[in-house]
């Protein structure tokens, strides 16, 4: 399968599992791994003999898993951050075997207002349309400013996008393999 990143055009890697975990040696059953250290990467068995792994050591790891994942968490929101960046104004795109959604954007009524006016003092659209952007209770009125959105190019959808914020959440979901959706001896 090509994998294209669609952004740039450029063939992107293809996607890589991510390292497993370790795995138990013939003496060390699945069920008796209760952990992994985080320090060494090896199984922790035996974890209820505080013999093998005293409280002070099991409170070390405790403390390093969380600063471990306080920093996935921040690589992570880099990531994604970057991601919903590259979407620009688009609500979804497939890249590789993955697709990208955005979901609970809305516009923000005050830069909807201020869009409308720039707008409005630009002739690019009509005074009703303006007022009819943001209601009474400064609600953006996000079917018109979709639809305008939708109809205008360059500099003037640049303005208006501006009034856009973004989703906060990023779906990634995996695109199933077209072949395998295909009946057994069709091409």
Known sequence: ????????????????AAPQAP???D????????????????PLVDLHDDTIHPTDELANM?????RQQADWKTWRGTIEAELRRRLGPRRRA?????EL???GGKWDPDELEVAGQILKEQGVISDDECLALVVLKKVANGTLARRLFNN????????????YVKGTH??????????????EGRP
């Open 62 to 66: 405790v403390l390093e898993y969380r």
């Open 1 to 16: 399968m090509d994998h294209r990143d669609t952004f740039s055009g450029t063939p992107a890697p293809p996607p890589q």
């Open 101 to 103: 959604s955005l979901t």
């Open 170 to 183: 990023l779906n990634i979901d995996r695109v199933p393999d077209l072949a395998d959706a295909l009946p």
């Open 27 to 42: 003496r060390q059953r699945t069920d008796e791994i209760a952990a992994i250290n985080p320090f060494t990467g090896e």
């Open 94 to 98: 497939t890249v590789g075997n993955v």
């Open 23 to 25: 795995t138990p040696t």
């Open 152 to 163: 205008l190019e360059g500099a003037y959808r640049d303005t208006l996008e501006q009034a």
